[in-house]
């Protein structure tokens, strides 16, 4: 079975401060692909990044960055010097590249930034 | 930029009644998704829709629960006799066929059964 874990329920910082999201899957598979989406206060789901398991590339996108490291089934997130725009819900998801195409969601992270 | 749309926004509806919530995925994408995330919880995968049929369900799809395409645009979800524990944010997802691997989300339908 497929999980995914971000033990994180809420953080709070200061802005400017660089923040670490964490995220931990368990899979069988030996391919798969890794999300992360943003859920701001409206209550939408923002696409932010899609990661294969074959890549293990750290990606960087302005002030977000991505961590992956298949030894430790980690898919970490970090934004650095937070804005206020970026108080959201952020999930970290799985799925897997054979058959079934559900997402399977970790129970998200409460990022408060604080002005 | 094509988005997935989402109506309504908000439906309120009485225990025991039909409801059903509307979705226009993005126009050239070929599979669609319903998810739904109950207040404060994660976000979970109820089905998926691919060729004028369901390729996967979850087990809270239940017999309740039923999809369909009408028409070359509409992807609909319908609830047959909506329960308080269906109370929750609906969402539609579509992904593309050279790019399935990634879901794009509308914005939800919140449903409230009183």
């Known amino acids: 079975a497929q999980k995914v874990t971000q033990a994180q329920t809420e953080i709070s910082v200061v802005e400017k401060e660089d923040v670490t999201l964490d995220c931990v899957y368990e899979?069988?598979?030996?391919?798969?692909?890794l999300f992360w989406y943003k859920q701001p206060p409206s209550g939408e789901l923002v696409f932010l990044i899609r990661?294969?398991?074959?890549?293990?590339q750290n990606e960087i996108s302005g002030r977000y960055s991505w961590n992956f490291q298949k030894s430790t089934s980690s898919f970490n997130f970090t934004i650095t010097a937070s804005q206020v725009v970026d108080s959201a819900v952020y999930f970290c998801?799985?799925?897997?590249?054979?058959?079934?195409?559900?997402?399977?969601f970790g129970q998200g992270t409460r990022l408060t930034i604080n002005p | 930029e094509p988005e997935v749309t989402q109506t309504p926004s908000h439906q309120v509806t009485q225990m025991g009644q039909e409801v059903i919530l509307r979705c226009v995925p993005i126009?050239?994408?070929?599979?669609f998704y319903w998810y739904r995330q109950i207040l404060g919880q994660k976000v979970e995968f109820l089905v998926s829709?691919?060729?004028?049929?369901?390729?996967?369900k979850s087990e809270i799809f239940d017999d309740q629960f039923s999809v369909e395409r009408p028409d070359g645009s509409n992807f609909t979800l319908k609830i047959r006799s909506t329960k308080l524990e269906d109370s929750a944010m609906y969402f539609c997802a579509s992904s593309a066929q050279r790019e399935r691997d990634t879901q794009y989300f509308g914005p939800g339908t919140r449903l409230t059964v009183l």
């Open positions: 998801a799985l799925r897997s590249s054979q058959g079934a195409q559900k997402l399977v």
């Open positions: 126009s050239n994408h070929l599979y």
């Open positions: 899979t069988r598979d030996t391919t798969y692909y």
């Open positions: 990661r294969n398991s074959f890549d293990e």
């Open positions: 829709f691919y060729n004028n049929e369901i390729s996967e």
